[in-house]
């Protein structure tokens, strides 16, 4: 059974989090300003940093970071021709609620 939950860090107020939705807790940030107890475990986030390392370095070496939705690989060029907007139109976007 999932029971909802809140995010102790204020990040999401407001927002319902179910347990499983982004997977597991690998590591803990900041738990210094988390409004809740949350213990910290310097160990752990450091051993997922550097995870995560190796898998940036690693893309960056074997040049998987040019692949990517929004351009060609082979020229650079953008898939889509960027919409430019005019000044009424980004007022409409802008504009609060």
């Given at each position: ?35 809740g107890h949350v213990r ?12 995560l390392m190796k898998s ?19 020229t650079g060029a953008p ?19």
């Open positions: 059974m999932n029971h909802p939950i809140q995010c102790r860090c204020g990040t999401l107020q407001g927002h319902v989090v179910l347990p499983g939705m982004a997977g597991p807790v690998r590591a803990r940030l900041n738990t210094q300003s988390a409004r910290s475990e310097p160990v752990r986030t450091f051993l997922v940093t550097l995870g940036v370095i690693g893309a960056r070496l074997r040049g998987q970071y040019r692949r990517t939705p929004f351009f060609d690989p082979s898939v889509r021709e960027p919409q430019v907007l005019g000044m009424a139109e980004r007022e409409r976007f802008t504009r609060s609620p």
